[in-house]
C-alpha cells in the first residue's frame, strides 16, 4: 500500500490540493449565493443564469488557491517559464470554468432538483450542482495541467 502511494504521490497531492481548493471555492460560493442576492436582485436567476456572479467569483478565488497549492505541493516546475506556466494555467482555468459553469447550469436544471436531507445536514440544490460541476472539471484539470503546463 505504502509503495502504491509514493507511486501515486502527485496524483494524491492533486487531490488534496483540489480538495482545498474546493473547500474555498464552495464555501466563497455559500457566502455569495447567501449575500450577491440582496444587492444583484436578478443574481438568482439572471436571464435564465442562476447565480451567475457567485459561480464566477467563487470560481476564481478556487483557481487562484488550486494555481498557488499546484504550484508549491503537486507539480514540479514546468518547462515553461514561470510567466507562460501562470498565462497557460490561467487559460485552461478559465476554459475549465467555461466548462463548469455550463455543467453547474445543467446540474441545477436537470439533474438536481431536489435538496438532499442527511439529517444532520442538508445540501441546497446549488451546493449539490456546484459540487458535482467540480467533480466533474476537476479530472479533466489533472490531465490537462499536468500535460501541457507542468513537466508530465
Request: net charge positive; proline share 1%; charged share 15%.
Amino acid at each position: 500500500m505504502k509503495e502504491l502511494l509514493l507511486k501515486q504521490k502527485q496524483v494524491l497531492f492533486f487531490i488534496i490540493a483540489g480538495a482545498l481548493s474546493a473547500v474555498v471555492e464552495i464555501g466563497s460560493f455559500k457566502i455569495l449565493s447567501l449575500y450577491l442576492p440582496k444587492i444583484f436582485i436578478d443574481e438568482n436567476n439572471f436571464h435564465g443564469i442562476h447565480y451567475p456572479l457567485s459561480n464566477i467569483f467563487s470560481t476564481c478565488c478556487g483557481i487562484i488557491t488550486n494555481y498557488f497549492l499546484s504550484i508549491w505541493f503537486v507539480f514540479e516546475r514546468g518547462k515553461h517559464s514561470k510567466r507562460k506556466e501562470f498565462a497557460y494555467f490561467m487559460s485552461v482555468s478559465f476554459l475549465s470554468t467555461i466548462l463548469s459553469l455550463i455543467v453547474f447550469q445543467m446540474f441545477f436544471r436537470f439533474v438536481f432538483t431536489d435538496v438532499i436531507n442527511l439529517g444532520f445536514f442538508v445540501f441546497s440544490q446549488e451546493m449539490i450542482s456546484k459540487i458535482a460541476a467540480i467533480l466533474l472539471v476537476s479530472m479533466l484539470n489533472y490531465t490537462v495541467k499536468k500535460k501541457m503546463i507542468f513537466n508530465g
